[in-house]
């Protein structure tokens, strides 16, 4: 997984005293019930359902556009009950998935339009590849990579994988929004300064 540069405007994304930052485009149900440690970023048009159940995100997560973070629910003979969802520190969520899990590790990479069925468990240091579709109740053991439909251990993952995940996502929150804007404009002038371009006002 290689991070390139994302441009942002910073009018679109509302930015919390722990430093979470989150798209006015997101949806977020219950807000009450959400909480983010800090440091996070939540893209456009994701859903946090936070109406049905307690959802904890940990530190340093990216959660990308159009995913659906939702507490996975349980149907007992009088009806349905939802429980807490739980995602650590670290955590990578690609664009379009919809995640049902009860828990979520620190340092785990879900990919593209991933599907995590209800009351799944994902241990630390695991991922799930692009276009993988985990049954209810999966659990994914610690260094492996789940792929296919339904998903199947694919892999075991390298220990380095972790440490890959903590760089992306502290250099993914320190570069946001404005901030790669803003260098790339800079690169831009100093370009055109140095062979000699005069700007007119």
Known sequence: MELGELLYNKSEYIETASGNKVSRQ??????????????????????????????R???HCVVKSRSVIRPPFKKFSKGV??????????VFIEEDCVVNAAQIGSYVHVGKNCVIGRRCVLKDCCKI?????????????PFTVFSGCPGNVDVNMSISTSLKLFSITKVMH???VCDLATKYYKRRINKLLLVGVVFVF
């Open 26 to 55: 997101s949806v977020l149900c219950g807000s009450q019930n959400i909480v983010l440690n800090g440091k996070t970023i939540i893209m456009n048009d994701c859903i946090i359902r936070g109406d049905l159940a307690n959802v």
């Open 57 to 59: 995100v940990g530190r």
């Open 81 to 90: 009950a939802f429980f807490p969802l739980h995602i650590g520190d670290h």
């Open 129 to 141: 590849l692009d276009n993988t579709v985990l049954p209810p109740e999966t659990v994914v053991p």
């Open 174 to 176: 320190k570069t946001s």
